[in-house]
């Protein structure tokens, strides 16, 4: 398993402004990922992020918007940029450590970051 | 067709009840298969992964269906800190590209 630690738990901003998420992991992984949850719904992948490499975004979602940083192998960042009340949203870091079994990865997820524009 | 569907519920039992989700995925090619409990507010933990001989923990059992392409958690003698979101996730082989299902939510009831 992981733990898995995020920052800020929780954070109210104003439109127009960024937000910087930090998450910090306590082993060394290969893959980190950022995901958004709105409210009742599942969770939406936003990024792969790799040590040493650029972050891989999924459809809809762009660098610029929301740069990511992989410095090492325990801790990424995510920043949501010139936020509007539409991205109000928990944003959760998660990792993937192998699990038991042939080519089985289990995820573990952050507390998440609740995130209110206003 | 979803990748990963599943009845969203919600499903109210009482304590004590068996109740039993099932959630479909649509690529056959699929090699991992977990669920996951949410809280209200919290973050997604792994409840336990599903084998092809299924599995068991305690109150929860996992099936995996193959052929039909399905997955399925049972509880048995329902708690009331049973009451949560489950959620399906199903990976097709490696590192990335697990895909979530909506979730089902269940509610126990005293």
């Known amino acids: 398993s992981a733990v898995i630690s995020q920052k800020p738990s929780r954070d109210i901003c104003q439109r127009g402004t960024s937000l910087t998420i930090q998450c910090q992991v306590d082993?060394?992984?290969?893959?980190m990922f950022w995901y958004r949850q709105q409210p009742g719904q599942s969770l939406t992948l936003i990024a792969t992020?790799?040590?040493?490499?650029?972050?891989?975004?999924e459809s809809g979602f762009v660098i610029d918007k929301f740069p990511i940083s992989r410095p090492n192998l325990t801790f990424s960042t995510l920043t949501v940029s010139n936020m509007s009340p539409e991205d109000s949203s928990i944003y959760l870091c998660?990792?993937?450590?192998?699990?038991?079994?042939?080519?089985?990865?289990?995820?573990?997820f952050g507390p998440g970051t609740r995130l209110t524009v206003t | 067709r979803k990748e990963v569907e599943q009845d969203p519920g919600p499903f109210n039992v009482p304590e004590g009840a068996t109740v039993a989700f099932n959630c479909t995925y649509s690529?056959?090619?699929?090699?991992?298969f977990f669920w996951y409990r949410q809280d209200c507010r919290k973050e997604p933990k792994l409840l336990m992964s599903?084998?092809?001989s299924g599995n068991e923990d305690g109150r929860f059992t996992a099936q995996l269906n193959r052929a039909s392409q399905y997955i399925s958690l049972l509880i048995r003698d329902s708690k009331l800190s049973d009451s949560a979101t489950y959620l399906c996730?199903?990976?097709?082989?490696?590192?990335?590209?697990?895909?979530f299902g909506t979730g089902t939510k269940l509610q126990v009831i005293p």
């Open positions: 998660s990792v993937e450590v192998a699990g038991q079994g042939l080519a089985s990865y289990e995820q573990y």
């Open positions: 082993s060394q992984v290969t893959m």
């Open positions: 992020a790799n040590q040493g490499s650029e972050a891989t975004y």
């Open positions: 690529n056959s090619a699929s090699q991992s």
């Open positions: 599903v084998y092809s």
């Open positions: 996730v199903v990976n097709k082989g490696g590192y990335q590209k697990v895909t």
